[in-house]
């Protein structure tokens, strides 16, 4: 297997564009990309796209076809595929990536994710993101996709007794990171009392513990890690790539507190990176609500099942703590458009890797990636390292 | 939901008809063709959940919903446990929303699970009521 590195990314503003359209929100990030790897069209020999629901957003499929086509890649036949697991389809369009390059069957791959989700109004918008539980069983009966993490949310203040404020300060800790993030949806600061006196949605969780709908695309552009000082004097090299399952339905796990499929997928990247936890020094974790981040920092183990919160409240993960996590602002303030988290994430940490990441920047070696699909039936685990795997 | 896909798992929204393995002993709701446990060695047959006690594990109150629940809005949502590591998503009817409480034990009751809009269709399934407010 060859090592992987990232030459370059791009990534476009998170918001509401409403003078956007999905190919031009894709063509935006794609262009960054190459422009910040130097590689011109007539290198890209694969590319790949997360994308949730084209289909149901705005009512087109064969996204891969559209999106080469403008790229001016059919041309030259480039092969394009979309890849889908609801909002990890961009954290599987990066391992998909990264196989291809490891494999060796090709050279340099462009990865991509996007998602344009405010063409549709906000009740439909609720009923296309439905379809990442288990329709039949699932949203038929009433469940939301917040309604599915309140559901665990109530179930883990339950059994561990972490509290409202603690779930409340994930939002308070991400909103202010964004306010350092340009690209960044909400770039405002907020405060518990305005989580925990906002909107209603599913008890015990509000409008300011949801990550909003979103515009937005990311890109980033793949080599061999052998090939990398050709494009850049700074390679990230990506070094632990892992994929799981768990049941689609949270009323079939045997904890409703656990992700299994992150614990797995985490496991796998850790193996494959000859790291574990304590080598990571940031992480982009999927925070679509802000009960899943504490989720993710217990099952990704960076603290012990059920101390997440006790960790958000001790301050550990904030920009100046011993692990910062969501340094973007993460979903809930960077913005979700589904099919691109995946790939803003790793933008994000190539970013601090780099030391590029501006007035948010943290001190790392080390960066994780955690990208959740539905409420946890696919998770991806990416590490990206300034060293080349040894 | 159209009205084929409603039909095809009548007998099992109506009746709460799930499933067994008869080479483990584990049971499933919603049911399940195929045993997580035993794979191709697994013999699944029916099971009815009709006349169990429900345990609610966990709940929410959903205030906000997708366009076939409004109406029911603001709705108990839970995952009940029929027996035991088999468990589903349902309504809490009957129940007060400041009654609600994790360990409280429940019936299932049949009602009206949701109205599409669009065409007026009904559908009916079954949702869980507090033991000794079912009516
Ligand atoms: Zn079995």
New interface residues.
Partial sequence: MKDVAVVGVGITEFGEKWNSSFREIFLNAGIQALEDAGVKGEDIDEAYIGNMSAGRFIAQEHVSALIADYAGLSEMNVPATRVEAACASGGLALRQGFLSVASGVQDTVVVGGVEKMTDVQS??S??IL?AAS???????????F??LY??????HI?KYGTTRDQIAQVAVKNHYNATMNPKAQFQNKITKEMVKNA???????TLFDSSPITDGAAAVVLVPAEKAHQYTDNPVYITGSGQASDTI????R?D?TTIESTKAAAQTAYKMANKDQSDIDVAEVHDCFTIAEILAIEDLGFCEKGKGGKMVEEGITELDGKLPINPSGGLKACGHPVGATGIKQAVEITNHLRGEAGERQVEADVGLCHNVGGSGGTATVHILSREEQK | MNIPRFWRKINNRYNLMGTKCENCGQTYFPPRNICPNCRREGEIVEHSFEDEIGELITYTIIRSAAEDHEKETPYILGIIELEENTRLTSQIVNCEIEDVEIGMKLKPVFRKLGEQSKDGLLFYGVKFSPIGKEE
Avoid: C, M
């Fill in positions: 009740e439909q609720v009923e439905a288990d329709r039949e069983w699932e949203a038929f009966y009433g469940a939301t917040p309604g309140a559901l665990i949310a109530n179930r339950h909107t209603k949605v599913a008890d015990p969780l339905s949270i009323h079939d045997n409703i």
